[in-house]
């Protein structure tokens, strides 16, 4: 068998997230290219260690990397609970620290008859009040959650929350925190067993 | 021209000619290897009773197309093919003959929940070998799939192998609980090593213990394993030296680079009672197939008897082939009213000589230039020019 270079596709979040996964890698002794240049480029190749990064919204991340397309790549773990993708999630990258909660305009309870949740997470959401036996109305929104509660579209939200300062800004406060969330670096089930060396290799440079 | 669209139900698809023929190739060069190795092949019917395979097989609930009979039976499109050879072998073949090697080429049906890129239905071979609880009958049935790998020139495969009984006695033998157990189990299946971590971190065990158990998801020599094995317990000791015996056949079948040992690599199908494998392929982003021992799904049909067997996606095998480079001689014959008889002589003939032959009626074709070039040899016998 000859043991040739693959090369390895690294699918990473593109935004807020992009900068600190590649510092990290950058951190890890990854010979990459100083500057991307141009952001509007959506594959970015890194010749020396062998790389093609592919940069996609956070959210499909997980796709790229279910179907194999990407060998590997950087989601978040808000992601990774809201969709249940048959991935390796192989390391805490630690990074991109924040939790989701719930939220809400202060001293209000919830309606016992139609309660209702708005969100962008609705399986980690749906599944939270389930947990506490209560059976909830998700509407799904795709940005700027708070708005909801402030016009009477629901009575709670479940967000992101990373330093609280948009609940503050908006009147809201938070109720009930949900899960910790951070970065992972998750694999490819196929991709993981044929380059599982290289992968390896990786997950320890960036334990460290 | 404005082209109507008639919709498919989710998750069903279309096989155009080409992939057709591919498929029918592959199944030819698969069913001849199974029956080689002395398997012989057997057709269930699509709809099984919900009460029996429904349940039985290890497809979840939601994923299984369901119907009413005309009496009101709640029926499923079969979602595996495994438990189906399984209700046969149970009712009727075992009393005939034991051990006994099935093989099989099928369609199977699992509802799509989310997004399209998955099919609904698609078609799956493999082989069931029952009543027999040796080593050697899993040796074979790994050596079987490879063979079919092989010779369908699939490259780079890798086939991970697991042992889901050592690796309950494994985790047991640290005295862990049996909830704890299952939690780890199904972080090993979900295959979130960040979870696992967590939760042995977690644990108030032994810092050894701890320690061990941290790098359990990290092997991929089977020699590794002995880390964890404990020698002064006879079950562990004797089904890890088994391990090293189909290890031994596996190599000696020139396998050896081809197969990562990974103790935590298990199923959700918890009719597994032994050795599980699957096979990956360069090509293809999902599983080729897997397969193992499951005793476990003999007993439900009341039959005390070893089984192993597996399963290989055909979808999948499609995609890691490598493609197909010989162009296939095809020959179109275009004729006139005229030379209607002659045209059929011609045809006939060349048939005949093993060749493929499209006789056409030429006035019939209104894009005639477009037609041809899908041909590797035209022949005009309908009055105009050849060329």
Partial sequence: MVKKMDKLTIAMPKGRIFEEAYELLVQAGFDLPEELDDSRKLIVEAPNEGFRFILAKPMDVPVYVEHGVADIGIAGKDVLLEQTRDIHELLDLNISRCYIATAGLPDTKIDIMTPRIATKYPEVASQFFRSRGEQVEIIELNGSIELAPMIGLAERIVDIVSTGKTLKENGLVEYDKIVDITSRLIANPVSFRLKQQRIEEIVERLRK | ?387
Avoid at chain 2, 232 to 257: C, P, V, W
């Fill in chain 2, 1 to 387: 021209m404005l082209i109507q669209m008639f919709e498919k139900p989710l998750g069903m698809r279309d096989d155009f000619p080409s992939i057709v023929k591919r498929k029918s190739k592959l199944s030819a060069a698969g069913i001849q290897i199974m029956e080689q190795y002395g398997y012989e092949m057997l057709q269930t019917p699509s709809l099984e009773y919900y009460e029996t395979i429904g349940k039985i097989s290890a497809i979840a609930d939601n994923q299984l197309f369901k119907l009413l009979d005309n009496q009101g039976q709640t029926l499923v499109l079969r979602p595996d093919m495994t438990s189906p050879i399984a209700r046969v072998a149970a009712s009727k073949l075992l009393k005939e003959k034991m051990p006994v090697r099935l093989g099989y080429y099928s369609n199977v049906f699992r509802a799509q929940l989310r997004e399209g890129g998955r099919p609904a239905e698609f078609e799956q071979m493999g082989v069931e070998l029952i009543g027999d609880e040796s080593l050697y009958a899993d040796a074979e049935v790994i050596l079987l799939a490879t063979e079919i790998l092989r010779k369908l020139r699939v490259e780079s495969g890798r086939i991970v192998i697991g042992h889901t009984q050592l690796l309950q006695q494994v985790l047991r033998g640290y005295g862990l609980e049996e909830a704890v157990i299952e939690k780890l189990r199904s972080e090993m299946v979900a295959k979130n090593k960040v979870a696992y971590e967590n939760l042995i971190e977690s644990l108030a065990i032994r810092p050894d213990a701890k320690k061990a158990l941290q790098k359990m998801m990290n092997a991929t020599r089977l020699e590794e394993w002995k880390d964890w094995i404990d020698e002064t317990d006879e079950i562990q000791l004797s089904l890890y030296e088994d391990m090293f015996k189909l290890k031994a056949i596996l190599d000696r079948n020139g396998l050896e680079e081809f197969v990562t040992y990974d103790l935590s690599f298990t199923s959700h199908m918890t009719y597994y009672t032994g050795m599980v494998f699957e096979i990956y392929g360069e090509g293809s982003g999902f599983p080729l197939g897997n397969g193992g021992r499951y005793d476990g799904l003999m007993k439900q049909f009341g039959l005390h008897v070893g089984a192993t067997g597996f399963g290989l996606r055909v979808d999948r095998l499609l995609e890691a082939m490598p493609a197909e480079t010989e162009q296939l001689q095809q020959a179109l014959i275009l004729f006139n009213e005229e030379n209607e008889e002659k045209a059929q002589a011609e045809a006939k003939k060349m048939r005949e000589s093993g060749l493929t032959v499209t006789l056409q009626f030429a006035p019939a074709v209104k894009a005639q230039n477009e037609f041809s070039s899908l041909f590797s040899k035209v022949i005009r016998l309908d009055g105009e020019e050849n060329g």
